[in-house]
């Protein structure tokens, strides 16, 4: 089916023209062509030489519309009218290829560090080897390094996407084609049992062939728990334990002084707690979310100890142990391992372990022991009797026992806790302001709070979180929707009661805009008993951590959070969290509402000003960053996105959103999840502990140009979407975005409130639906005619001012990071075939209107960020991408003409299952090629 033809043609980029280059690529082509070639004989194998022949020919007209020998129209053509039981395996047949191009990128990039490392080359970038050597230039002492990771942490937290529906069958079945592909590249034709690699191959691809890539009905919240859990299993169990453990013990040879044992990286979770505009969540799903976490942590555990038990089999009667040892291996009487105390002393552990998921878990998991030992309360006592066997495995010289199965176990306790991930709530403020002005008027304490003004709804939340008494009893009678947000507060009590504090460790305000929307939450906790302010030591184990999403919020997210620091009440209850208070950052709304530069700009000042803030105020801020997988939202290579931070913004905390196909990408596998997660940390470290601004005394200067640049954007791109006439009516007919919302894609719908406006749409199917019509709008639009009229505006010459942006994209972080993204999304984006999707537009004035526009400005910011850069390349600086563009994109055209066939089809009246198939397959397939779509 494809291996690659000679298309004459090499890949992009300088580097991949050269002899050198091609060699170094040759194995991912012939990864490709092997991979390639098995999945076309199971096409042809499984659906006959018609639907083959199709696929192929499908193939070399994609390499001819490339080679510019046709044009795309007699591409399109190819499709017009195709039988929808011929469509649907050509386009399933292209989704597994870009499936498959994805495990033969992972394996070379693997290949490629391999060859680095074996070379003797320095660390690359990115890699903590390389931040510990730019720690030790640094020569930093014990006491700053202290204060500076003082509650350090990184988390990436894990939400639900509406393109990531890979059943567990297809995720399991390329874990295994990687492995097999690992085994291929490092030359073995055999398993380790073995059986031909490439057989197995071929029944791993038959496998998939055979295996529906969706569901047939619409993704349940309980389906998106068990997505984002099975990432554990397959990566975060192996992986955080080792990466913490080997991260402690690199800073504390450095700095012994300095107390850095609490682990750094600790993985979260929004999925079953963030309930903005999707009202499927509940308490039950709160509940199902936080237990079925606690399951697969204490499930984790128990299969370890299982396997500790059979491992640990030293008897007493050639070696002594420890009182301690002795003293918990007591606990078990079983004579027939009467002088085996480790055996003893673990089937004690596993014992109390299983009554503690007895208490707190609704299901069994495997390998629990009764002996009927009482249940650990917490984590720590856990870990006590784990450091028990540790410390009395190294007194006879058994470390290397130790620091094995056992040592990971005591780091998974440490970081995992019987919560596994903190569950953050989330809700708009809206809806906050509703429920609590129902529960002040129940009780009698204000008949019309949503009339008052805000210094008066201030005085009197304020007032109320001053005493203990509850707003509503058992006997309260109020609405459903408030019934149902309390509900959803107490099974967040009952998870913080139950599992540990960290299980639910913070609650975010989406469109948080005043002081009273932070306290309307206060109210909320206090009722569900997680919040008391009334005394001199306040309780609040659930942080509040308000959300600036647009532009404006953004702009007054300072001012804020000064004025609730003002308040005596919130700064005792700071003071109760250690002084620490996390304020999340909204990319993605953000940019709906003034585009990418101004969006960007807007997320930078905010935190400059928050650092300042804090800094005012003696509290430590922790920025929580809602970054989608899309650049449009946030996203782009994480470690240059962390060093392009203002100064003081990390500060030695971090947490940021994963989503979609980024998830699978970073850590469906253990070597991609330990290189991403180092990254995380890499970043992080540098950030907080060297320089990386760079931009010294020229700072000012530096963001009074960007001030300018952000307001000529937002104006351009104001001009397209808010105020071109017939805009949304273009965007509608032009995109798959309507789509998105009538068929089973996610469980959340499209807009949080039934209306036709952009702002009320949600960020995930607004960039989505660019990027499946190969737009990419978010992640560019505006962003040439602001550099344009910026140079042009000056007293200075045209030459003078654009040196000005050439040396800041030299100089700052910040600057390139927002180029490089920039040029990342436009090297995917194509108005070839966006054209193909304007055609959907009826009004063909309109269509010219908005899409003649959108071509101009996408001619004039290649040109802009060229002119800037000096690379005549968009991908110069990523040869990964460049490289994934030039083997992966011509398989994406078939997808995207058959996508508008369908969508044609479709809006026709063609409302038949299979079409509507086909559209989910074309999303899905398109998602997975370009990994970083919504």
């Not at 728990?225 to 913490?244: D, K, M, Q």
Request: net charge negative; with cysteine.
């Amino acid at each position: 089916m494809v291996e690659l033809s000679d298309t004459g043609l090499d890949p992009i980029g300088d580097v991949h023209r050269t002899a050198l280059g091609r060699e170094a690529t040759e194995p991912m082509r012939a990864d490709i062509r092997l991979l390639g070639a098995i999945l076309g004989d199971t096409v042809r194998e499984q659906n006959g030489d018609e639907v083959f022949d199709l696929v192929e020919r499908a193939r070399v007209e994609s390499f001819r519309v490339r080679r510019s020998e046709i044009d795309r129209a007699e591409m399109s053509r190819m499709f017009d009218g195709i039988d929808i039981h011929q469509a649907i395996p050509v386009i399933r047949a292209f989704t597994h290829f870009a499936l498959l191009a994805n495990v033969a990128e992972d394996i070379h990039r693997e290949r490629r560090r391999s060859i680095h490392v074996a070379a003797g080359e320095p660390p690359q970038d990115s890699s903590l080897a390389a931040t510990y050597l730019k720690l030790d230039e640094a020569q930093l002492d014990s006491a700053t390094v202290a204060e500076a990771l003082k509650c350090a942490l990184v988390a990436p937290v894990i939400t639900a996407h509406p393109t990531e529906t890979r059943r567990r069958t297809v995720f399991v079945t390329q874990h295994r084609i990687t492995e097999l592909m690992r085994l291929h590249a490092e030359g073995h034709t055999e398993t380790d049992s073995g059986r031909s690699v490439e057989l197995e191959l071929r029944r791993q691809i038959l496998t998939l062939w055979q295996t529906a890539i969706i569901r047939l009905s619409r993704l349940q919240i309980s389906d998106e728990i068990a997505v984002g859990l099975r990432y554990y299993p397959a990566s975060f169990f192996e992986v955080i334990p080792r990466v913490n453990a080997e991260v402690r013990d690199a800073l504390q040879a450095r700095w012994p002084d300095a107390d850095l044992s609490a682990p750094m990286l600790r993985p979260g979770s929004w999925i079953g707690g963030d309930r903005d505009g999707n009202p499927n969540v509940t308490a039950e799903v709160v509940r199902l979310a936080t237990g079925s976490a606690a399951f697969a942590a204490l499930s984790h555990y128990l299969a370890e100890l299982d396997q500790l038990e059979q491992e640990l089999s030293m008897s007493s009667r050639l070696l002594g142990v420890t009182s301690e040892l002795a003293e918990l291996a007591e606990g078990c009487q079983d004579k027939a391992r009467a002088d085996e105390p480790y055996r003893r002393a673990l089937r004690v552990i596993r014992s109390r372990l299983s009554a503690t998921a007895a208490a707190i878990l609704d299901d069994r998991p495997q390998h629990v022991l009764d002996l009927g030992s009482a249940a650990y309360d917490t984590p720590d006592e856990l870990r006590a009797d784990l450091d028990t066997i540790d410390a009395s495995l190294r007194t006879h010289g058994s470390a290397v026992l130790a620091d094995d199965r056992l040592a990971l176990l005591r780091e998974a306790v440490h970081v995992f806790g019987f919560h596994l991930s903190g569950l953050d709530l989330r809700q708009n403020s809206d809806v906050h302001e509703e429920v609590v002005a129902e529960l002040l008027a129940w009780a009698g304490v204000h008949p019309d709070y949503a009339s008052l003004p805000e210094d008066e709804r201030v005085e009197l939340l304020v007032t109320e979180l001053g005493t203990r008494r509850p707003l509503i009893g058992d006997r309260g009678q109020i609405s459903d929707l408030a019934h149902k947000e309390l509900d959803i507060v107490s099974a967040a009590t009952h998870a913080v009661q139950t599992y540990g504090p960290a299980a639910v460790p913070n609650y975010v305000i989406s469109m948080c805009q005043s002081v009273s929307d932070i306290l309307e939450v206060a109210i909320l906790l206090k009722e569900a008993g997680l919040l008391d302010a009334s005394g001199d030591e306040p309780y609040c184990p659930v942080g509040i951590s308000p959300l600036f999403e647009t532009i404006d919020d953004l702009h007054n997210g300072a001012a804020i959070m000064q004025a609730m620091l003002e308040l005596p009440l919130y700064r005792a209850m700071v003071a109760a969290r250690d002084d620490e208070q996390e304020v999340m950052l909204g990319y993605s709304d953000s940019n709906k509402d003034g585009g990418y530069l101004a969006a960007n700009w807007a997320v930078y000042r905010a935190e400059l000003a928050l650092v300042e803030v804090a800094r005012k105020n003696g509290i430590r801020l922790r920025l929580f960053h809602g970054r989608g997988g899309t650049v449009g939202r946030g996203g782009g290579p994480s470690y240059q996105a962390i060093l392009a931070q203002p100064p003081g913004a990390v500060n030695g905390s971090l947490r940021l959103t994963e989503q979609g196909e980024v998830i699978a990408a970073k850590y469906a596998e253990p070597q991609a999840a330990r290189r991403n997660l180092e990254s995380l940390l890499a970043a992080t470290l540098e950030s907080t502990l060297l320089d990386v601004e760079g931009l010294g005394d020229a700072a000012e200067p530096a963001y009074a140009v960007l001030n300018e640049l952000a307001t000529l954007g937002k104006q351009a791109y104001a001009e397209l979407v808010h105020d071109t006439p017939g805009f949304v009516e273009y965007f509608k007919a032009s995109t798959p975005v309507s789509e998105i919302g009538s068929l089973n894609i996610g469980s959340r719908p499209s807009s949080r409130k039934p209306t036709e406006s952009i702002a009320d749409l949600r960020a995930i199917p607004w960039v989505l639906s660019w990027s499946q019509s190969r737009v990419m709008l978010p992640g560019w639009y505006g962003t040439g005619a602001a550099f344009e009229q910026w140079i042009a505006a000056g007293p200075e010459s045209a030459e003078d001012r654009l040196a000005v942006l050439h040396e800041l994209y030299e100089r700052w972080p910040f600057f390139r990071s927002v180029l490089s993204n920039m040029a990342q999304v436009m090297a995917k984006s194509d108005l070839g075939l966006a054209a193909r999707y304007a055609e959907l537009v009826d009004d063909e004035s309109l269509r010219h209107r908005v899409f003649d526009k959108i071509v101009d400005e996408h001619r004039r910011t290649i040109s802009m960020y060229k002119r800037i850069t000096g690379q005549e390349d968009l991908l110069a600086d990523n040869a990964a991408l460049a490289r994934s563009v030039f083997n992966r994109f011509p398989y994406l055209e078939p997808l995207n003409h058959l996508q508008v066939e369908l969508l044609r089809r479709y809006r026709s009246g063609e409302d038949n299952e299979f079409v509507q198939r086909g559209i989910l397959l074309t999303m899905n397939g398109l998602a997975s090629a370009l990994r970083n779509s919504g």
